[in-house]
């Protein structure tokens, strides 16, 4: 008798392996499968549409805050913005000490 090859070995150890190992168990009936990958696609589609709203929301503020920005350094505001340091009305102030 002769000595088996190295291939040979490590083939039937791997077959051996492979069937000790048993069927997966992920495999599921087609049915289950294709309900899965409907929920999956759902859930893909309603977070693409999520996705989309907060994309136009936060295009929405962003136009908001420019235009509040813009407002702000209009030239009736200019005033109170160049007080080089010092408010132009102090809120804490008492009406009476106002000059």
């Known amino acids: 008798m002769g000595r088996p090859c190295p291939s040979s070995v490590g083939l039937i150890l791997l077959l051996i392996g492979y069937a000790a190992a048993g069927p997966e168990p992920d495999l599921r009936p087609g049915a289950v499968r294709s309900s899965a990958c409907g ?15 907060v994309e136009d929301t ?3 503020l962003e136009a908001e805050v420019a235009a509040l920005l813009d407002a702000i350094e ?26």
């Open 39 to 53: 929920e999956h696609t759902n859930l893909h589609n309603r977070l693409d549409v999520v996705e989309k709203k």
């Open 58 to 60: 936060v295009e929405k």
């Open 74 to 99: 209009a030239p009736k505001w200019r005033p109170l913005l160049d007080n080089t340091g010092k408010t132009a009305v102090d809120i804490l102030e008492e009406p009476m000490q106002r000059g």
